[in-house]
């Protein structure tokens, strides 16, 4: 991959939002996004490259010596694929998560391969999935209403493609085309500065349906072996788990599984260290259990593994009372998540430091344990 120069000015995160998040995309149909992030990197002359079946690597590299830092996120956003075509009458299979609950009664917009819009319809019943994941919509049949339809093409639903209102991003596909516009941002900021580090953007397809990209990344070892791998995702703040708004969110683990816990501290002490620096700089540290991320992949398959996301309104785009609705992020989230991570990408080597400062500390602490007990001070 050849390395990057600096090129232009920092571009804003919302004009980035709007570009990214408009791309329709679904699991193992993520060809448009891979086309704009193909132009991303030309226009900033950084490394361009697809591995392990379709996923992209995106690659900045300024001086040595430095571990290499990689962002993932994934380029899949849950919707429908065109089975079939008899005279209006569509069927349609359903890739991702949802409950079947949802989906009856809704309007599609319709974009044919090339990613044009080619008409609407609207669900007239749906399938729920059988055990073991019962419940989950699994496909539709759906009424042609205008325009036109073929078998491939993509039937999404007809909610904000993308509407900023104040500080709130309302989109169709925030998850994780929000994801993808932090780690632009920061490869933008990199290019824009030239500061010295290694940066690898990780684009992965179809995490929707099971981080089939992941774990195919994972396996095939293409990425460096020292590299920190930080997923990036946006993850459902329902139930309190997060607060929108409130800043990135270091994502200490996921419903299965807990991530490295060195990387972990590390990521900490560098927001730690922003928000002493700037205080407009908020951030937040979660479990963030609503779902499993693909830190969990890599994290089991060997690479020492961390992970960010933002607070999500309308998971999935499951809305309030089974209606469909766009998902939500906030604007100041994802740039902090590129503040955050262009300050990690300049610090890698202070990963072990940060843990032996801690070893250090406590090892300290348990030195006067005994005196201070006996004393009672």
């Given amino acids: 991959m050849p390395r990057s120069t600096p090129a232009r000015a920092i571009v804003p995160v919302a004009d980035l939002m709007r570009m990214v998040v408009s791309v329709p995309t679904a699991s193992f149909r993520e060809e448009h996004v891979v086309a704009m992030l193909r132009g991303f990197a030309a226009q900033r002359g950084l490394g361009f490259r697809e591995v392990a079946g379709g996923n992209v690597l995106v690659e900045y590299q300024k001086g040595t010596g430095r571990r290499p830092l990689v962002l993932g996120a994934h380029m899949d956003h849950p919707g429908f694929v065109i089975t079939a075509v008899k005279a209006r009458r569509l069927t349609l299979a359903f890739r991702g ?4 609950s949802y989906g009856k009664g809704e309007a599609l917009h319709i974009y044919g391969a ?19 994941a019962a419940g989950r919509l699994a496909g539709a049949t759906a009424q042609l209403d205008a325009g036109l339809a073929e078998v491939g093409d993509y039937a999404l639903w007809d909610v904000d493609v993308c509407r900023i209102r104040g500080s709130i991003v309302h989109a169709r596909q925030c998850d994780d085309l929000a994801g993808v516009v932090s780690i632009l941002a920061t490869l933008d900021r990199m290019v824009a500065s030239g500061a010295p580090g290694h940066v690898i953007g990780l684009f992965t ?8 990209g992941a774990a195919a ?9 020292d590299a920190l791998v930080v997923a990036v995702e946006c993850s459902s703040m329902a139930g309190g788990r997060a607060e929108q708004g409130g800043g ?7 419903v299965q599984h807990i991530f490295s816990p060195r990387v972990t501290m590390w990521m900490t002490q560098i927001a730690r260290e922003l928000a002493t620096e700037d205080r407009s700089f908020k951030y ?10 693909e830190a969990t992949a890599y994290d089991l398959m060997g690479y020492e593994t961390g992970a960010a996301c933002m607070a999500l309104g309308n998971y999935h785009n499951a809305g309030e009372d089974g209606r469909v609705a766009a998902e939500t992020v906030h604007l100041g989230d994802v740039e902090g998540l590129a503040r955050l991570f262009e300050r990690m990408a300049r610090d890698t080597r202070r990963v072990e430091a940060v843990e032996s400062d801690a ?14 007990l006996k004393a009672g001070e």
Avoid: N
């Fill in 97 to 100: 998560g949802l409950p079947a």
């Fill in 114 to 132: 090339d990613g044009v819009w080619r008409g609407t319809a609207t669900i007239t019943s749906v399938v729920a999935s059988k055990a073991p």
């Fill in 205 to 212: 397809r179809a995490e929707e349906v099971g981080l089939v």
């Fill in 217 to 225: 990344v994972a396996r095939a070892g293409v990425l460096p072996k």
């Fill in 248 to 254: 990135p969110i270091i994502r200490v683990g996921d």
């Fill in 284 to 293: 937040q540290r979660k479990l963030m259990d609503g779902g499993t991320t």
């Fill in 359 to 372: 070893r250090k500390r406590w090892a300290g602490i348990g030195r006067d344990a005994a005196a201070r």
